[in-house]
């Protein structure tokens, strides 16, 4: 069992910037792919970026070239620089871990980013 307890999230003006941090308790975090993904109020949770154990990126079109996830094996944390902010990126986001070779989808308890003047 993974925990991830994220933090950095709150109330930013649009074209703000915030950094979101994920931590996992867990000795092997280099052997997990980790995401990001939010949910807004009545809409269903969606992607918006991950990142490989072997550190390959993806992000949703909706936060290209404006957020950037990132990892530090060492401190077993993943990142999500948001620039650019926008009252549409206000969601609860969550941060996600998935194993290699073996099954396991995990959560945190999410965070709050609301953008807005």
Do not use: H
Request: charged letters at 15%.
């Amino acid at each position: 069992q993974v925990q991830l307890v994220e933090s950095g999230g709150g109330l930013v003006q649009p074209g703000g910037s915030l950094r979101l941090s994920c931590v996992a308790s867990t000795y092997i975090f280099e052997f997990y792919n980790m995401g990001w993904y939010r949910q807004a109020p009545g809409n269903q949770r969606e992607l918006v970026a991950t990142i490989t154990s072997g550190g390959s990126t993806n992000s949703a079109d909706s936060v290209k070239g404006r957020f950037t996830i990132s990892r530090d094996n060492a401190k077993n944390t993943v990142y999500l620089q948001m620039n650019s902010l926008k009252p549409e990126d206000t969601a609860v986001y969550y941060c996600n871990a998935r194993p290699l070779r073996v099954p396991g989808d995990y959560w945190g308890q999410g965070t709050q980013v609301t953008v807005s003047s």
